[in-house]
Structures are given as structure tokens and as C-alpha cells.
């Protein structure tokens, strides 16, 4: 007789210690994450207490140096590592990519001594990082933000708003990007705040479809006091720090949309190779066949152009179109596949005794997130065809 069912993911990974590695996220998502998913996810409770763990065991730190105290994985493994932890939990998953963005700043264009005095504790202290670039009136369109940051001596003051913060109220650190010139990209500087910073504070978290237990929330800067030590990059630097982090994280947002449609298509794999109508298999039927078929090519697709997007980025070389293509196809294709999965469980997939309806909740913000999928759009054009004609 026939077996069906999921299968794990066969990866192609480039040394002995990468494979390793994925093992070990694999158990730990088994162990750890999965079994609590959507319970927690249904009372809206974040794990911190999995990314304490996460730090521990050095998964919080991966795409950054040795030095002080990364993981040193190149990206092509790192993405691979956040698409098994978005498969068990998009919370973590995503929670993990942000962490990084949030850390891409410092690590990228801080100096020296703001690397050796920061970075140790934010990648593998237990300290939990949050992205702050959108705000109420300035979501596709950031360069108009408004959140100012004066100068004063030695400090600077933070005033305004930020919207849409995943890890909002709760983050350890932030990264802000706020206003220190004149209208436009150029105007805008890049600071590292303290969670506890006074001042500082954060609205109730949004009432979402989704993704219950990451919580999201506007925070509010009222005269907000940071050291010029904690300023990353010059003056006026901050929105091209911004755009080189959004690259990276369209990456991670790319691999958490595999992530959760791969756990779609094992679920409906599961319940085909299960389910009996008309005494074979749901597995057997051809029309399902060919909508298993179209979801896995999907997958594959989506995966195999994030990981060409990141081996760019591995390389040095530029990367920024082929994150967006990444970011635009993987997610669009989560959400196909996972609308898919609905399909094929029946009933039973718009019930929430099965993971199907989570994980299609769960794939449409992952269109919307690091610039939604029309702004995708836009950058790859650009690249292609130049800027638009004003």
C-alpha cells in the first residue's frame, strides 16, 4: 500500500555544523514550541520564556560575528533556521527575524566601541529587540515620518509616535529612527533606546487576526532623553540604515512565509493521507493531487529564491531586488498554499480544532509586514525600469 503524508524538508546546507544546527532547531521546535502553539496563540501569550531560551542556546544571534558573541552563520542558513521556527510558531519565528532587524543597525554601522559595549548582551544576553521605522501617518511612505529627535550637547530628545511595533512594550531595546534635519530621506537619524527608557511608553497592544501572541503596539516618545553614544551612524544617515536593514529583513520575512505555508501543506498532507471518502484516501483523488502538487512547486519556488537572495548577501554582493522578489512571492504564496490547506481539510479546516485556519490568519500580515507586497512591487520595477516620473 501506498504511504502518504509529510515529509521533512530536504535541505541542501553548506557544512556538517549547519546540519547540525537545523537538528537542533528541529528538536527544539518539536519539544519546545509546537506543543504550546495554539494554545498560547489563542490566549494571545507571548513565550518569552522560549526566547530566553533562544538566546541561551544561540539562536537569537545567528547572521552576526563571532566577535561579540553571533552566531556566525551565514544568511543561506540563518533564513533556513527561522523558516523551521516560523513552521512551529510564526510568533517565534517572526519574533526572531525583528530581534535581528533590530540589531542590524548597531551591527552594521555602529562604531567600534558601541559594538563592543552593546552587542554582546543584545545577541546572547536574553535581551529581546524591537524595530521602530512606521508611524501613524508614515507606514509605505517612511521618509515622511515625523518622530524628531533635537539635539542637546551631549544628549538628544526623542518626541512622537511609532506605530505598529512588533515586540512593542515589551522589547528590551529599541531601534528608533526619528527626524534631526529637514523634510525627506536625508533628514532622518538612526538611535539605539532603552526599553526602560523614561519617557518612553507604549499603548495597549493591537487587537489583530492573527498572530495573537506577538504583541503590537504604537509607542509613544513624551521628551525622551538618549546619549549621542547611542546614535548609530551620522546624522542623517538613519534612512539608508533603515533600507539596509528592511533588505535583510524582507529575507526573514520571506523565510517565515515558507515557514508557515510548509506547515500548511504537512497538515493537509496529513489529513489527505488520513481522511477516507468513498473508501481510498482523500490522497488519491486527482483533483486533490494536483492542488498538493501546485502547493509544494509553490514552496519550493518561494524557498529556493529567498536562499539565492541570501547567498547574494552571503557574497557581499547587492541584493536589495532579489530580497523584494523574495519578500513578494513567498508571502503571496503562503497565502495561496494556505488558503489551499483550508480547502482541503473541509469543514475541518475553518474549524479550530486543526492549525489550517491559524496558519492562513497567520500568512495574510506576513503580506503586509517590511513593506507591504505593492511596495515590493515598486522596488523591483525601479531596478528594472528606473524611478517613476514625477
Not at 13 to 34: F, G, N, Y
Request: proline share 4%; net charge negative.
Amino acid at each position: 500500500m501506498i504511504e502518504y503524508g509529510p515529509r521533512p524538508v530536504d535541505r541542501r546546507l553548506p557544512t556538517e555544523e549547519a546540519r547540525d544546527l537545523l537538528t537542533l532547531v528541529r528538536d527544539l521546535v518539536e519539544r519546545e514550541i509546537k506543543p504550546a502553539a495554539a494554545e498560547q496563540e489563542d490566549a494571545g501569550q507571548f513565550p518569552r520564556q522560549t526566547f530566553t531560551l533562544l538566546s541561551e542556546s544561540g539562536l537569537l544571534s545567528l547572521p552576526y560575528s563571532e566577535e561579540h558573541g553571533g552566531g556566525g552563520q551565514p544568511y543561506e542558513v540563518y533564513l533556513q533556521v527561522l523558516e523551521e521556527l516560523a513552521a512551529g510558531r510564526l510568533t517565534v519565528g517572526l519574533g526572531v527575524s525583528v530581534h535581528t532587524l533590530a540589531c542590524h543597525a548597531l551591527a552594521r554601522f555602529g562604531t567600534k566601541e558601541q559594538r563592543a559595549t552593546h552587542l554582546p548582551a543584545m545577541l546572547g544576553g536574553g535581551l529581546l529587540g524591537a524595530y521602530c521605522l512606521s508611524e501613524p501617518s508614515a507606514g509605505s511612505d517612511a521618509a515622511s515620518l515625523t518622530t524628531r529627535a533635537v539635539r542637546d550637547g551631549d544628549m538628544w530628545t526623542l518626541d512622537g509616535t511609532k506605530a505598529w511595533i512588533t515586540h512593542g512594550g515589551i522589547a528590551d531595546f529599541y531601534t528608533v529612527l526619528a527626524r534631526t534635519g529637514g523634510k525627506g530621506a536625508h533628514g532622518i537619524t538612526a538611535f539605539l533606546v532603552p526599553g526602560d527608557a523614561d519617557g518612553l511608553t507604549a499603548a495597549a497592544p493591537e487587537r489583530k487576526m492573527g498572530m495573537k501572541g506577538s504583541p503590537t503596539a504604537q509607542l509613544h516618545f513624551d521628551g525622551v532623553r538618549v546619549p549621542d553614544a547611542r546614535r548609530i551612524g551620522e546624522e542623517g544617515q538613519g534612512f539608508g540604515v533603515a533600507l539596509s536593514a528592511l533588505d535583510s529583513g524582507r529575507l526573514g520575512i520571506a523565510a517565515c512565509a515558507i515557514g508557515v505555508a510548509q506547515a500548511a501543506l504537512d497538515e493537509a498532507l496529513a489529513y489527505t493521507a488520513s481522511r477516507q471518502q468513498f473508501g481510498r484516501p482523500l490522497a488519491d483523488f486527482q483533483g486533490l493531487r494536483f492542488m498538493i502538487a501546485d502547493m509544494a512547486t509553490q514552496i519550493e519556488a518561494g524557498r529556493a529564491l529567498y536562499l539565492a537572495a541570501a547567498r547574494l548577501s552571503d557574497a557581499g554582493l547587492p541584493f536589495s531586488k532579489e530580497a523584494a522578489m523574495a519578500k513578494l512571492f513567498c508571502t503571496d504564496a503562503a497565502m495561496r498554499v494556505t488558503t489551499d490547506a483550508v480547502q482541503l481539510l473541509g469543514g475541518y479546516g475553518y474549524t479550530l480544532d486543526f492549525p489550517a485556519e491559524r496558519y492562513m490568519r497567520e500568512a495574510k500580515v506576513l503580506q503586509i509586514v517590511e513593506g507591504t507586497n505593492q511596495i515590493q512591487r515598486m522596488v523591483v520595477a525601479r531596478q528594472l525600469v528606473g524611478p517613476e516620473s514625477h
